[in-house]
């Protein structure tokens, strides 16, 4: 499946109903991946959340990924894992997974961590805060740059995270951006189906 599009975040939300309803609507929307996060659950709420989205998304056909946790993406052989800079190395995550799987490393704002994680295996690297987040607490210091350096310089896909709404995204998409993370613009909007698609007409826009 194409590195490319809407890429949705789920919040720490407990409700597993919840959380897997609003992410099939934003799946109806025309989010093309999904990672699943939750920083608070424990391993039995984890497992459960993580295979009911998986049973969600494979129905869907969109990727599945999950933050941090390799051996639980190992368990339910979703499509790939997410490492940041607290979690597993890249390298640690590449040899855990395999060749076939998807390996995401956060990047922040710096182009030497892409280089470094290019090198050591990933399949697309992360790059944020670009803007101030109502769920993630971070430094707002990736210029809106690093996306055109990344695209000459990196050659893999890139996400843009931190902050981000339809209006803000769309320079970053504009300078290359493959993929816009997105948490609480859909997981919160009113209509999250309403919301993914408005994402998902960024790249539409850009391919027509």
């Keep these: 499946m194409a590195l490319s599009g809407l890429y949705i975040v789920t919040p720490d939300w407990d409700d597993t109903q919840k959380l897997v309803e609003v992410t099939e609507q934003a799946l109806l929307g025309g989010a093309a991946i999904v990672q699943y996060r939750h920083k608070f659950a424990d391993a039995a709420l984890r497992h459960q959340q993580a295979g009911a989205l998986q049973e969600l998304?494979?129905?869907?056909?969109?990727?599945?990924?999950?933050?941090?946790?390799?051996s639980l993406c190992l368990e339910l052989d979703a499509d790939g894992v997410h490492v940041g800079g607290t979690d597993a190395s890249v390298a640690e995550a590449r040899i855990q997974v395999g060749k076939q799987k998807i390996v995401g490393a956060s990047c922040y704002g710096d182009l030497q961590l892409a280089h470094l994680a290019r090198d050591t295996g990933a399949s697309y690297v992360a790059f944020g805060g670009f803007y101030p987040s109502r769920i993630k607490k971070y430094a707002v210091t990736t210029p809106v740059g690093i996306v055109a350096?990344?695209?000459?310089?990196?050659?893999?896909?890139?996400?843009?995270?931190?902050?981000?709404?339809?209006?803000?995204?769309?320079?970053?998409?504009?300078?290359?951006?493959?993929?816009?993370?997105?948490?609480?613009?859909?997981?919160?909007?009113?209509?999250?189906?309403?919301?993914?698609?408005?994402f998902a007409n960024l790249f539409a826009v850009r391919q027509a």
């Design 57 to 70: 998304c494979r129905r869907y056909q969109r990727s599945f990924i999950i933050n941090d946790h390799i």
């Design 149 to 198: 350096q990344a695209k000459s310089a990196i050659l893999l896909p890139n996400v843009v995270i931190g902050g981000m709404t339809v209006g803000n995204a769309l320079p970053l998409v504009a300078a290359g951006a493959d993929m816009v993370a997105a948490i609480s613009s859909v997981y919160m909007a009113p209509d999250p189906q309403a919301a993914a698609r408005e």
